[in-house]
């Protein structure tokens, strides 16, 4: 199974839900799929991970470039709904100091509203 992207837009948000797993063969694949679906008005981007059930080290790499160009543009990036796996992979590569986290997606979309 490769990963496929659901998404999801709510006043300027755009919310990728992700399904399935990020690994080595498909890390490009999930970067071109995230980066086609943002467009310039897009002021904010959650990643949601609920239906995330596996990343690797390539997988991470991914989500920290978005992160860069998403912000490096003045624009908000975050990661939301991870399992305990996933969080703990995070938590170890020191991820979870470099991009935000959030426990819902409606945590994620109220942080970027109220910033």
Request: overall charge negative.
């Amino acid at each position: 199974m490769s990963v496929q992207v659901k998404w999801e837009r709510k006043d300027g948000i755009l919310i990728a839900m992700l399904i399935g797993h990020i690994d080595s063969s498909n890390a490009d694949r999930f970067q071109r799929i995230v980066e086609s679906g943002i467009d310039a008005e897009d002021q904010a981007l959650i990643l949601d991970f609920e239906r995330v059930f596996f990343i690797s080290s390539a997988g991470l790499r991914i989500s920290l470039v978005i992160s860069r160009k998403f912000n490096d543009s003045g624009k908000k990036f975050g990661i939301c709904t991870l399992s305990d796996p996933i969080r703990n992979v995070l938590a170890i590569s020191g991820f979870d100091q470099i991009i935000p986290i959030y426990e819902s997606r409606a945590a994620a979309i109220n942080a970027f509203e109220s910033s």
